[in-house]
């Protein structure tokens, strides 16, 4: 059986990026979505193990002593980090994972596992990103100017991943998500060499 392989999404918040996982998940199987770990307290209507690992300062400590996050941060007080072991678990049976987190957590897992493939979500520009956060109608003008900001930088990110994709149509963008792990799925290393060649082998 040959390894599976790790997906990470990352793009500014108003991509599209969750829902586009969501397409992913709901049309391929052999792949799972990994669920982060995070100390804060669940928001109404969240279940743990769903949508968080819901753990508490001194777990989640202890963890990052054992090296058990491909990635973590601490943000306004609380940490949040992919567990390293249900990834590694999957993989080794062969599952494909997908990894929906931001920039910093995307290039902190390359860096702790250099297998994994990064794909980024673009909008089609800045201006239809304004148009995309404004249209959801909570949001000031002052944070929308900081989201802008803060999308800008994520994007400058962009050359660190090893793929982009271009949110302008939903399923087109659904459709290049497709193709990249479909191809990635083909693409051989010595490992799966070996055993491609090995279960030929057998059948001889």
């Known amino acids: 059986m040959t390894k599976g392989k790790l ?9 599209g990026k969750g829902t586009i996982c969501k397409y992913i998940l ?16 669940p928001r109404q209507g969240e279940v743990d193990k769903v949508h968080y690992h819901f753990t508490d300062h001194d777990a989640f400590r202890n963890l990052i002593e054992e ?15 992919t567990p390293r072991k249900q990834v590694m678990d999957w993989l080794e049976k062969g599952i494909d994972v997908i990894l929906e987190i931001d920039v910093q957590g995307a290039l902190q897992v390359k860096k702790s596992y250099p297998e994994s493939i990064l794909i980024f ?14 249209g959801r109608g909570t949001e000031t003008e002052e944070a929308i100017s900081r989201r802008l900001g803060a999308a ?3 994007i400058e990110a962009v050359g660190k991943y090893d793929y982009s994709v271009v949110n302008d149509e939903l399923q087109k963008a659904v459709d290049s998500v497709k193709a990249i ?10 490992e ?3 055993f491609i060649i090995n279960k030929y082998k057998e059948d001889l």
């Open 7 to 15: 997906f990470v999404i990352s793009g500014p918040s108003g991509t």
């Open 26 to 41: 709901d049309q391929r199987t052999n792949i799972r979505l990994s669920v982060s770990m995070t100390t804060r307290d």
């Open 67 to 81: 090296d058990g996050f491909l990635e973590y941060a601490s943000v306004f007080g609380n940490y949040y980090g």
């Open 121 to 134: 979500i673009l909008p089609p520009s800045m201006e239809e990103l304004r148009c995309r956060i404004t």
């Open 152 to 154: 800008m930088q994520e």
């Open 181 to 190: 792990i479909s191809a990635e799925q083909c693409r051989l290393n010595e």
């Open 192 to 194: 799966d060499a070996e």
